[in-house]
Nanobody, 124 residues
Framework: QVQLVESGGGLVQVGGSLRVSCAASGRTFSRYSMGWFRQAPGKDREFVAGIRRSAGTTYYADSVKGRFTISRDNAKNTVYLQMNSLKPEDTAVYYC?????????????????WGQGTQVTVSS
């Protein structure tokens, strides 16, 4: 079992930056492939970024590629999502997710653990 707690969301202007964090507790964090998803009102939850448990490989949705960066610090049991050049369409609740596996996972159904989410609002 692993518990995930997101933080760092908030209100930011278009073009601004924000970093959200996800702190994990419980079993060994380094075993877990981690992902960030987001869900806007009235829309399905969508994949944003993922990172292997070794932190060597990352994967991004086309909509955020070049603007967002996922990283992890296994010593701190934390995964981060640095978001730059934010747009109004990035407004959503951002969730982190974990699965005890090697590769990067892009589908929400394959993740075993989820955080409660943190709201990111980009104002124009």
């Amino acid at each position: 079992q692993v518990q995930l707690v997101e933080s760092g969301g908030g209100l930011v202007q278009v073009g601004g930056s924000l970093r959200v964090s996800c702190a994990a507790s419980g079993r060994t964090f380094s075993r877990y492939s981690m992902g960030w998803f987001r869900q806007a009102p009235g829309k399905d939850r969508e994949f944003v970024a993922g990172i292997r448990r070794s932190a060597g490989t990352t994967y991004y949705a086309d909509s955020v590629k070049g603007r967002f960066t996922i990283s992890r610090d296994n010593a701190k049991n934390t995964v981060y999502l640095q978001m730059n050049s934010l747009k109004p369409e990035d407004t959503a609740v951002y969730y982190c997710a974990a699965r005890d596996t090697v590769g990067v996972i892009t589908t929400s159904d394959e993740y075993d653990y989820w955080g409660q989410g943190t709201q990111v609002t980009v104002s124009s």
